[in-house]
């Protein structure tokens, strides 16, 4: 056996802890820039706190998820401001750009020289400069991860910015920032969080580590998605998604994903759909598939155990199996508000191009079965199937 585990340098966890965040950071780190979501008077309070304890601070909003041209258009604004810290305070989209510009102000050049598949994937050569991560979604987990996911639109996908170095310094969990989630964004960041800790888990490279920390994800947000879709306020289970997503985050940095997010990448540069909805969409053939072949390869074998695990988690029932877990995922999907892969924009048309941009994804690479091109073809039929 033999595995590197990593994680943020330091993390912040507690209701109401975001509003005391300059007291995680270093006394001279006077000068931050700060993004934000689509609305920064959402964040006054937290960003008056950086202003009261004496910080310089220069604001930019994201507004969508991040492409190679937005990012070259923060990184200049960034760079003349002459951080000493970048800070990130929104969901997904909002972290991966953060951490994304703390990387390129310190390597400067045109981000394709960094990017994976449709860049040069040159090695960042000087580490990022100190970066703090701010969710204010329960699902991504970009708070302890050590990419950036940006989007190429003239080669319709998505691809990552990839670096030991991208990996925050602070990573500040406040799940009071997660209180007035719309219900769609809850349920489909809730489904990135558990299909990540569930993803990893079954990973081929996934260790004893992870594993601990998948399943105690995969548990935490078994029992509180429904929760937190909900009309009533739930506290406690706003934290549950919390630490889901965290430990989705954690796990998935030190072990990769699996078919999934292989397919949802490069999906997501073909539609504009969100990354989480677009998993949930995926779920189901993709664990049909992978359960047929590992019980059909080696039956009884790792996989197959894995799945019966899975399942007992997800169902709390000590005698359930794959088929178990199937049957309650699908009966979680259809209790939240999510939307079918073909209701989302994806067309039959569209296979071939993401069959082939799959098959030769990072997150692939991690599927517990090998799979073949009829096997994803088959499953981005089956998807198209659902409704």
């Given amino acids: 056996m033999e595995f590197n585990f990593s994680t943020a340098n330091e993390i912040h966890f507690g209701p109401g802890i975001a509003r005391s965040l300059s007291d995680f950071l270093p006394d001279q780190s006077g000068r931050c820039f700060v993004l934000t ?30 492409n190679v041209e937005t990012i070259n258009s923060l990184v200049r604004q960034a760079t003349l401001f002459n951080p000493e810290v970048v800070i990130g305070i929104g969901g997904g989209s909002v972290l991966d750009a953060g951490k994304a510009i703390a990387a390129l102000i310190s390597n400067p050049g045109d981000p394709l020289d960094y990017l994976e598949v449709v860049g040069k994937g040159l090695p960042l050569a000087h580490p990022a400069i100190p970066y703090m991560a ?19 639109p003239e080669k319709g996908v998505k691809v990552s910015l990839r670096s030991p170095s991208m990996l925050p310094c602070w990573a500040v969990v406040d799940p009071e920032l997660t209180y007035q989630l719309p219900h769609p964004i809850a349920a489909y ?71 999934v997010h292989g397919f949802a990448g490069p999906i997501g540069g073909m539609i504009d759909a969100p990354h989480g909805a677009l998993c949930a969409s995926l779920l189901l053939p ?32 000590t005698s359930a199996n794959a088929h178990y877990a199937i049957a309650w995922i699908d009966s979680l999907i259809k209790d939240l508000p999510l939307q079918s892969l073909a209701d989302l924009g994806f067309q039959s048309s569209q296979i071939p191009q993401a069959v082939e941009m799959a098959a030769k994804s990072s997150s692939m690479k991690g599927n517990p079965v090998d799979l073949e091109l009829a096997d994803l073809h088959e499953i981005l039929q089956e998807c198209l199937e659902i409704h």
Avoid: W
């Fill in 286 to 317: 993709v664990i049909r598939m992978n359960a047929e072949i590992a019980n059909r390869r080696d039956p009884g074998g790792t996989i197959s155990i894995k799945l019966d695990q899975v399942a007992k988690v997800l169902t709390g029932n």
């Fill in 134 to 152: 701010i969710p204010t979604t329960a699902g991504t987990g970009s708070e302890v991860t050590r990419n950036s996911v940006i989007g190429v």
């Fill in 37 to 66: 979501g689509s609305s920064p008077e959402r964040h006054r309070e937290v960003m008056n706190n950086l202003s009261n304890k004496g910080k310089q601070v220069e604001t930019a909003s994201v507004v969508s998820e991040p």
């Fill in 189 to 259: 960041t809730g489904m990135d969080a558990l299909i990540q800790c569930f993803e990893v888990y079954l990973s081929r490279y996934a260790n004893p580590i992870t594993d601990g920390i998948a399943l105690e994800g995969l548990g935490r947000a078994a029992r509180s998605l429904r929760k937190v879709c909900s009309n009533t306020l739930n506290p406690e289970a706003k934290e549950d998604m919390c630490v889901a997503s965290l430990c989705s985050g954690i796990a998935l940095a030190n072990a990769k994903l699996g078919a």
